[in-house]
């Protein structure tokens, strides 16, 4: 399957942490990345390979694998965090290079 | 500082064709796979397309393979996707992103503001 699933939504309070997760065969072999999306912005890569940050990127945020489920952790979610989150990595069937899940809007409480 | 901007956009009739350019700058460009990347109004991402660093490798997602055509010249610094017979689910701000040679994954590190197309009579 080319399929990364996300759930909808998540929630967490201001200060606490979020774990957002996501769900695909390519995950047993390759990693995943996240981006950030705010209203009316382009993405901004926040988590790829193992656990890697891109120069800016904050410290708070990490990632994570375990099987066919990767994970993007928030710890101290601040308010300038709320945004949708998407995971994507490299389509393990073959038949396409790459592959999105479908996002996951975080609001902070 | 890495740049990419995205032009070309605009109104097209179902059935039209349009070229998309992105313009990268602050990097060696022909170093680089690069993509499209497209969202539709509300929507999630979803990948278009990839070229790479050579332009000799080329994939395309199903929903526009036989209809888009991705190129880049790497003399001119630029990446293209050509659009033909337009549909109106092809509606959607398309992006064009950096990919860095990583074998354990993809990923896009750079990204363009967008630009949108919109498919509609």
């Known amino acids: 399957s080319s399929e990364l699933t996300q759930d909808p939504a998540v929630s967490v309070a201001l200060g606490q942490t979020v774990r957002i997760t996501c769900q695909g065969d390519?995950?047993?072999?390759?990693?995943a990345s996240w981006y950030q999306q705010k209203p009316g912005q382009a993405p901004v890569l926040v988590i790829y390979?193992?656990?890697n940050r891109p120069s800016g990127i904050p410290d708070r945020f990490s990632g994570s694998s375990s099987g066919n489920t990767a994970s993007l952790t928030i710890t101290g979610a601040q308010a300038e965090d709320e945004a949708d989150y998407y995971c994507?990595?490299?389509?393990?069937?073959?038949?396409?290079?790459?592959?999105f899940g479908g996002g996951t809007k975080l609001t902070v409480l | 500082e890495v740049q990419l901007v995205e032009s070309g956009g605009g109104l097209v009739q179902p059935g039209g064709s349009l070229r998309l350019s992105c313009a990268a700058s602050?990097?060696?460009?022909?170093?680089?796979?690069m993509n499209w990347v497209r969202q539709a109004p509300g929507k999630g991402l979803e990948w278009v397309s990839y070229?790479?660093?050579?332009?000799?490798?080329?994939y395309y997602a199903d929903s526009v393979k036989g209809r888009f055509t991705i190129s880049r010249d790497n003399a001119k610094n630029s990446l293209y996707l050509q659009m033909n017979s337009l549909r109106a689910e092809d509606t959607a701000v398309y992006y064009c992103?950096?990919?860095?040679?990583?074998?354990?994954?993809?990923?896009?590190?750079?990204w363009g503001q967008g630009t949108l197309v919109t498919v509609s009579s």
């Open positions: 602050g990097f060696t460009f022909s170093s680089y796979e």
């Open positions: 070229i790479s660093s050579s332009g000799s490798t080329i």
């Open positions: 994507n990595s490299r389509d393990s069937s073959g038949n396409h290079l790459a592959v």
């Open positions: 390979g193992k656990n």
């Open positions: 992103a950096r990919s860095p040679t990583y074998s354990s994954g993809w990923f896009n590190d750079y």
């Open positions: 390519s995950l047993r072999s390759y990693y």
